[in-house]
């Protein structure tokens, strides 16, 4: 019996893939704009990030309660994150080269936006995709959103060098508009009502969790923890060497288009092979892969070895994430805990943020140390926590 996504679920997805457009230009070309407006600044980009995901964090335990208690409000908070996202886009618009002196109010506005969408984004996933067809959905949202990586870093990289940046904001802006549009095909009574009677408490989720869910539930956090160190840090490290390396924003869109190729073909082999059994030898392909690629650059960082990592990034890093994304929507179910749903969905987010925070504050020292050796120490001691990263999500596969 094949896997078919109910109209909440696509309109889900129509959603996310608009949302990776304004990703791909709110972070990856912002951080480019950033770099070029500021003088090559990577503390102020690190502050930038900081800010951001300590408000992520911070709200989704603020949320946390209006979350559960009103299951049906969870959509109003998810497009109020796109409302706020737009309004970061128009404040582009307004401000052009003045971002750099004003990054702190930008890093709020996204990091508003960011909780507000995901807090609600989260966990509408795991209500309306079942757990039937959430590899597939996984996988083909994935797919899709890197053929978006593909054709869009190029056109943006050639629109903004023959226009400007703060001109395509505009265009980014009616895409946040579309979003907002499309979300009202996400219908209310996927939402699960069950467990809402019940006092949102962190503390009572872990002690109503048995000994052995604690312990799966340690490893899912300690994987959310690596999770935001990873992904994170590493994605804006590649983009901080690739500018400084290539200095244009052309070239950046064109590397990030012949990445994404790479990760679409990656994704589709894994969608089409991947069994639960084979999840050691696949954890392990990554990891190895991923170490390999980095000791290129620890060794010189120049054009080729650049290519070379941003090859084995781009065809582990992916796989590796959408095996966590599996695996974190499965787990309320295969547990049992869907009345705790909010609470489970909080502590990920938290654990997550805390990596990423972690992430950035080694990368303010680098900054500070101004030295190109440490600059490819923190890449090293990121991309061995792959290894160990992909270790514990083998525990939780078996």
Known sequence: MKSKFNESSKALMICDLANSIVRLFGETFLVAYFLEISNENIIQISIYYIIIYTLLGTQNLILGRLMKS????????????????????????????????????????????????????????????DNFSRKKYMVVSRIAGKVIDIIIPIVLGISIN???????????????????IVS?????????????????????YIKKLSQEQKIKFGKMCKIAFLYGVIMDIIRVLVIVITIMTFKTSLNLGILTTIFSICQVVSLYIFNKLYQEKYAKGVLSLCSILAVLGVLGLIFNIDK??????????????????VMFKIKSGKFVKEENIEEWIIEYHTFIEL?????????????????????????????????????????IMYETEK
Request: charged residues 15%.
């Open 70 to 129: 009103k299951p049906y409000k969870r959509i109003t908070v998810y497009r109020v994150g796109i409302i706020v996202k737009s309004v970061f886009i128009l404040l582009i618009v307004l401000f052009k080269e003045q971002i750099s002196n004003y990054y702190v109010i930008f890093a709020i506005f996204y990091g508003i936006a960011e909780a507000l969408y995901w807090s609600a984004h989260d966990v509408m996933n795991i209500d309306v995709v």
């Open 184 to 204: 009202f095909r996400i219908e209310l009574d996927k939402f699960t009502t069950k467990g809402c009677d019940e006092k949102y408490s962190l503390r009572n």
């Open 351 to 391: 654990f997550m943020d805390i990596g990423r925070i972690t992430g950035f504050l080694f990368m303010i020292i680098i900054g500070l140390l101004n030295n190109v050796i440490y600059f490819k120490i923190l890449l090293l001691i990121v991309t061995i926590c792959i290894p160990l990263y992909a270790k």
């Open 162 to 180: 023959l226009s400007s940046f703060v001109n395509m904001a505009i265009y980014i802006f009616a895409i946040t508009l579309i979003q907002i």
């Open 304 to 321: 080729t070895t650049l290519i070379l990592y941003n090859f084995t990034y781009s065809i582990t890093i992916c796989v590796l994430e």
